[in-house]
């Protein structure tokens, strides 16, 4: 592209900004700061002050070297905004002024923090004694706080200097950043200059773990092997922070991994059509613990039918309560699986799949809205019967 084309491209494209800079700006003085997305990257396309300013791919330009000596000069930055191949331009006039007639903060971002749930009228750290100045002096300069996130917050002026403290209670939670603008003016001279304001709000745990479910369902085989794996709980925590589940009481026959939530059979003993029931509990580091939620477990009846007929079949019907998720599985565990084979009798339900090798209940899903078919409101209940039949006997239709 010759040099006229990238003009007439420029007048279209270009978004020009007029930014004064104190002649005693130094290294990493910010001048401007651009909107951003993670999808964009900004560059320096063309300048004519050398390499005396930077701009992150964040969209942050920066004063990188000695500026003192331009006092008075103006120059033009040419930023390049790219997004997806898209490239849009900027031009950006900076003008060298003596610091001395200017109104000004030292610093171009202040960033502060306090402690989620101090009192209203509490002071954020890092923000104390904020001033602008003219000509060395703070005397006459006024302050106000601009932008949305300025509303929890005000500004308490001492000595010249303003101070910011918090108008409430803040909650993590709801909201960990604040972004807002410090605005200083001078009616008399009629100057005016401008800082930001970064305000994060630090973690201070206050919500206690709430497990997804209050009770969970399950059936088991009486010949469970040990350790085996029957339920996984899980409970959530809005501070972010490491969770500890535990059984309380403990049982006997059972296990919790403290770190998962998984629970797992511990030793034998578990008896055909006896009902379990475990209470779960969640806690954090610092002791704040769930309300208890409850595993119901039924131990199914595993004793194989002896009136089997000469074809080798036999049925066994299968009640299934409808809380079961997407993916987690019945297992019917016969004593000889490698020996049988697995099917549905009719009619057969559309909530389930069954592997006809290792006889394993699936919870189905519907392809069209990707959820499964159970729905406690419609059908609290699922009954259906399993026909298992010797591999290599025909069995009855």
């Known amino acids: 592209m010759n040099r006229l084309a990238l003009l007439l491209f420029l007048a279209v494209r270009t978004f020009c900004e007029q930014v004064d800079v104190p002649h005693t700006a130094g290294y990493g003085y910010e001048v401007i700061r651009y909107p951003f997305s993670w999808s964009e990257e900004f560059y320096i396309h063309d300048s004519d002050i050398g390499r005396r300013v930077d701009i992150s791919p964040d ?33 950006l006039h900076i003008t060298v ?39 060395n002096q703070n005397d006459g300069i006024k302050y106000e706080l601009l932008k949305k996130d300025s509303h929890s ?30 605005f200083a003016y001078l009616d008399e001279e009629g100057l005016e200059a401008s800082s930001d304001i970064i305000v994060a709000v630090d973690d201070v745990e206050d919500n206690e773990p709430v ?26 925590d809005a501070d972010d922070v490491k969770i500890y589940y535990s059984l309380r009481p403990q049982h006997s026959l059972f296990e919790i991994d403290s770190y998962t939530g998984t629970v797992r059979l511990a030793q034998k003993g578990l008896t055909k059509n006896e009902e ?8 954090t580091d610092t002791g704040r613990s769930s309300s208890t939620s409850y595993i119901h477990l039924k131990v199914a009846n595993e004793k194989r039918d002896r009136s089997r007929s000469k074809r080798g079949t036999r049925e066994r019907k ?24 697995y099917q549905f009798v009719e009619p057969i339900p559309k909530e389930f ?20 078919y159970l729905d406690y409101e419609t059908k609290k209940a699922i009954n259906f019967t399993v026909k298992i039949s010797q591999r290599g006997v025909p069995s009855s239709k």
């Not at 085989?221 to 085996?228: D, E, F, M, R, V």
């Open 276 to 283: 379990y029931l475990l209470s779960v509990h969640a806690s």
């Open 211 to 236: 497990f997804e479910k209050s009770d969970y369902y399950r059936t088991i085989p009486k010949n469970l092997p040990i350790k085996s794996e029957i339920i996984t709980v899980r409970a959530k």
């Open 59 to 91: 969209g942050i330009v920066r004063i990188i070297e000695d500026i003192s000596h331009l006092k008075g000069e103006s120059f033009k930055v040419i930023i390049r905004k790219s997004l997806n191949g898209r490239n849009w331009f900027k031009e």
């Open 353 to 372: 799949s069954i592997d006809p090798m290792t006889g394993k209940i699936s919870v189905e899903i519907d392809k069209r809205t990707k959820k499964s």
């Open 318 to 341: 299968t009640k299934v309560i409808s809380e079961t998720h997407v993916g987690e599985v019945i297992d019917l565990r016969p004593t000889n699986a490698e020996l049988e084979q």
């Open 153 to 182: 917050f005000f500004l308490h002026r001492e000595n010249g200097c303003v101070s910011i403290k918090t108008t409430k209670s803040l909650d993590r939670e709801q909201k960990k950043l604040y972004n807002f603008q410090i």
């Open 97 to 135: 002024k003596d610091a001395r007639y200017m109104l000004v903060f030292p610093q171009t971002v202040y960033a502060g923090h306090i402690y989620e749930n101090e009192p209203r009228n509490s002071l954020v750290a890092n923000l104390e004694n904020v001033c602008a100045s003219y000509r």
